[in-house]
């Protein structure tokens, strides 16, 4: 899949998100096919806003 602005976006959030250490993340509302497999680097992640996007599957 060619990777969109929402996919580009979802990808500077989770990096933000991982070098902050966080445990929380929104991608919500933001028009997302397809979730970054950089997800992944996020083990500290407790809570995953993916709510309001079009996201057939989940990595």
Known sequence: MAKDR???EAEQ???QARQEGAIEL???NIEL???PEAIASLTQLQQLDLSDNQLTELP
């Open 33 to 35: 096919t397809e979730l």
């Open 13 to 15: 959030r989770i990096e």
């Open 6 to 8: 929402a996919y580009w």
């Open 26 to 28: 929104d991608l919500s």
